[in-house]
């Protein structure tokens, strides 16, 4: 299921957050546990999390860029079960790994092509997950109800990947996915791994997520640790 919005520019995450936790109310009553992706969807999510009265925690999930372009995705990485079985869905580390197969086939790419940059954003996740201190904010909250939020959707393979990381280690009853805006094609590829998404604006053309925003500086890690910090002095 998927909330249309209206179309418009936000003054910045703390404004987006806002925006998209007026349409997150009704899930107050769920108890729920606000994962965001750092190190952008963490001002977002500190909003919904600030609205909902619910903890806030991270997942962190990388982006796979293209070897000639690494702002454009064709795959993503979370943390999954370290003691997967081998021949699982997940990565040889207990990983979760999301291939955009149609687009590396239409980039004449193969896995093989991609992993040292696999190996590069495992490095950077592990260290973000070790930083974050990911998990450790809701470890004794239930896990029944979780929105995963972030502070916007391109193509749609971090979210995926955090998706489906949420599922295998936290196996939750009701799984949300929310974003200020969302691009409308991707919206399609990630109804299958999530019981409902939740975008304030859908654009048909969505080239960059920075340009639904006045301001969308860098989020530094320290302002990552702020938000997870304010929040739960707050509760």
Not at 37 to 65: C, F, H, M, Q, S
Not at 146 to 164: F, H, M, W, Y
Request: proline share 6%.
């Amino acid at each position: 299921m998927n909330d249309n919005g209206s179309m418009q520019i936000f003054k910045d995450r703390t404004d987006a957050g806002q925006k998209l936790a007026e349409k997150l109310l009704e899930y107050k009553q769920d108890s729920p546990i606000v994962f965001a992706l750092p190190r952008g969807g963490v001002p977002v999510g500190y909003e919904v999390a600030k609205a909902l009265n619910a903890p806030l925690d991270t997942i962190v999930a990388r982006k796979i860029g293209a070897p000639s372009n690494p702002e454009f995705g064709v795959g993503a990485i979370a943390p999954g079960l370290r003691h997967a079985k081998a021949g699982s869905d997940l990565a040889e580390a207990g990983d979760v790994l999301v291939l955009d197969t149609e687009t590396l086939r239409s980039l004449g790419l193969k896995r093989e092509n991609l992993e040292n940059i696999i190996r590069q954003e495992k490095q950077e996740m592990e260290r973000r997950v070790s930083k974050y201190k990911s998990g450790e904010w809701s470890k004794n909250a239930p896990t029944d109800t979780i929105i995963i939020v972030d502070d916007g959707l391109a193509t749609g393979v971090t979210a995926r990947a955090a998706l489906q990381s949420a599922r295998i280690i936290y196996k939750p009853k009701k799984l949300i996915f929310a974003s200020p805006v969302c691009a409308r094609d991707s919206l399609e590829s990630l109804k299958p791994y999530a019981d409902r998404i939740v975008c304030v604006s859908e654009p048909e053309n969505l080239v960059a997520v920075g340009e639904w925003y006045e301001d969308f500086p860098q989020t530094s890690d320290e302002e990552v640790l702020h938000y997870l910090n304010k929040i739960m002095e707050q509760r």
